[in-house]
């Protein structure tokens, strides 16, 4: 049987089911990889313009880094697929399980004062959430599209490039930006942007709290997801409640655009009265053992299993890393 030939749903029970196991019994084979962690992920097929036609569920293999093919020995290549042996339908079969490599993140310096966009007419806020280090080393931050590209007024959810940038009084952003796919109606959206660091002198670190790596892999992350959460907004920390995961999330905004976010965390407000509120967009989720669990994008009142709550919405470091994301390999700087 091939792989293929199995529906979406056993697909990824198998992938789960396996990286699960991967995760408590790791093989003698991931010290030779240098597989740091496994877990589940998606393989994206895609149409003209980039538009994904499908998604195909596939184990995820986390490594330091990446390096090419032919620096490697032979017994250090990662193979494509894991063979396993599964019963379906009472038949014992062999399958091939496809495998993707991704590179783990670094530390991260997160949380700062109010990322301030200066827009005619007034002023708009957000937070920065993290900073973000490319191939090259250059240094960005990390805030929502609809913050730093100010699409939060704008119908059709375009970026404006033009709109000034600024955090606290100290660092200076550029007009050099990286946006996420944010499209009015579309699907498949992160609603994620980078903001360059153009400051002549070096980001103070008694303005950024340290915290540990994000997670790259989703089962990893969901794992440490369902432990208790934290979000830091400006001047207050907001305790979450970790709730469900959910696909192609529609996402309003203020200017009357719609969205469908590609794969988001809903984490529940614990404490009565508290925020997350307007400003509050692109705040950093942290759990209890001080992971970065994502970047905040909006809330409000949602009813789950008959009643009322106060939800935060969250995208996870392993979608705002996907390198088709924002266009660029990133990690988070040390």
């Not at 697929?81 to 079969?93: H, K, M, Q």
């Not at 957000?126 to 240094?139: H, K, N, S």
Request: glycine share 10%.
């Amino acid at each position: 049987m091939r792989w293929s030939d199995l529906s979406l749903e056993s697909r990824c029970s198998i992938v789960a089911a396996l990286a699960r196991h991967l995760h408590k019994n790791p093989p003698w084979e991931f010290e030779v990889w240098g597989v740091t962690s496994v877990g589940f992920g998606w393989r994206t097929y895609e149409r003209d313009a980039g538009r994904i036609s499908r998604r195909s569920p596939v184990l995820v293999l986390v490594v330091p880094r990446k390096l090419p093919s032919e620096s490697l020995a032979s017994e250090e290549k990662i193979s494509r697929s894991l063979n396993i042996r599964r019963v379906i339908n009472g038949i014992e079969v062999a399958l091939k399980v496809p495998v993707d490599v991704c590179r783990r993140g670094s530390a991260a310096r997160a949380h700062s004062p109010r990322l301030t966009p200066q827009i005619a007419g007034g002023s708009r806020y957000g937070t920065a959430c993290v900073i973000l280090e490319d191939e090259e080393g250059r240094r960005w931050i990390l805030s929502c599209h609809h913050v730093i590209g100010d699409s939060n007024i704008n119908p059709s959810l375009e970026p404006n490039t033009a709109v000034g940038l600024s955090v606290g009084s100290n660092i200076q952003l550029g007009v050099g930006r990286r946006f996420g796919p944010l499209s009015a109606g579309a699907s498949d959206c992160v609603d994620a942007a980078l903001a360059r660091i153009v400051s002549r002198h070096p980001v103070s670190t008694d303005i950024w709290s340290f915290y540990p790596s994000g997670y790259p892999d989703s089962f990893a992350y969901w794992s440490e997801a369902r432990a208790e959460a934290k979000m830091f907004c400006t001047g207050l920390v907001v305790p979450l409640r970790f709730l469900r995961v959910e696909f192609d999330r529609q996402v309003r905004y203020l200017g009357g655009g719609r969205a469908y976010i590609r794969e988001v965390a809903i984490f529940e407000v614990t404490r009565a009265g508290s925020r997350p509120a307007g400003g509050d967009s692109g705040a950093p989720v942290v759990s209890v053992n001080g992971q970065w669990l994502g970047m905040y994008i909006g809330g409000g009142l949602m009813t789950i299993d008959g009643a009322q709550r106060r939800v935060a919405v969250v995208i996870p470091p392993h979608v705002i890393l996907e390198e088709p994301s924002l266009g660029v390999t990133l990690e988070l700087s040390e």
